[in-house]
């Protein structure tokens, strides 16, 4: 039962322009996201995140949106550029039932073109 | 300040045999959680330890199992070893259970 889904393998974007990812769950009980990013032989780097109570929040170049009828979450990177290129992985966690346990998606590999 | 750390990098046993992983924790967080990552997969959530006790497990047999100490650093244990149970073993620690969970780069265990 894969309760997030991130359903694009792969998204190839040039620098400069914006990258979307995109990130779906099931599980109504998740109530705070994450999105995580990977290099090669590093562990999972923290980006940003969003509360379920709101539906957008910004850092920088990175602004996650939260969409809670659709069960939807999406990471907007602008502008992208060539070191953005990794694994991206969103996850959900339900704080009030679960403690800290997240729940991931399967990863989306972004690469950013000079 | 210092990340977190986990030891060893890299490690290789045979089916049946038993692994501990290790992890230190960043400063002054309390809790440790620990994920297995297969290939092509994003991490699965073993178990977590909140100052010093299992604070949540998820479907993992009773072969694996942790510890967490008193400066908490943390441990995992996994017990007759299977082929399947190759994989990236991350350990991730946060200020307390419900925070931001920040992690280390991995033990990449392979299972012959």
């Known amino acids: 039962d894969q309760q997030v889904k991130q359903n694009s393998p792969s998204l190839s974007v040039q620098e400069g322009r914006i990258s979307i990812l995109n990130c779906d769950y099931t599980?109504?009980?998740?109530?705070?996201f994450l999105w995580y990013k990977k290099y090669p032989a590093e562990g999972p780097t923290f980006l940003i995140s969003?509360?379920?109570?709101?539906d957008k929040n910004e850092d920088g170049r990175f602004t996650v949106f939260l969409n809670k009828s659709a069960k939807h979450l999406s990471l907007h990177i602008v502008p992208s550029q060539p070191g953005d290129s990794a694994v991206y992985f969103c996850a959900a966690s339900d704080v009030t039932t679960s403690y800290g346990k997240l729940t991931f998606g399967q990863g989306t590999i972004l690469t950013v073109h000079p | 300040e210092t990340g977190v750390t986990q030891s060893p990098t890299h490690l290789i046993k045979t089916r049946g045999q038993q692994v501990t992983l290790r992890c230190s924790s960043q400063s002054g967080h309390n809790t440790v959680s620990w994920y297995q990552q297969a290939l092509g997969q994003g991490p699965q959530f073993i178990f977590q330890?909140?100052?010093?006790?299992?604070?949540g497990r998820g479907n993992f047999p009773p072969r694996f199992s942790g510890l967490q100490f008193p400066n908490y650093s943390s441990e995992l244990n996994v017990n007759a070893l299977e082929l399947d149970d190759s994989a990236l073993y991350l350990c991730?620690?946060?200020?307390?259970?419900?925070?931001?969970?920040?992690f280390g780069p991995g033990t990449r265990l392979t299972v012959l």
């Open positions: 599980n109504s009980m998740f109530d705070y």
């Open positions: 991730a620690s946060s200020l307390g259970w419900a925070d931001t969970q920040y």
């Open positions: 969003i509360s379920s109570i709101k």
């Open positions: 330890y909140y100052r010093e006790e299992e604070n």
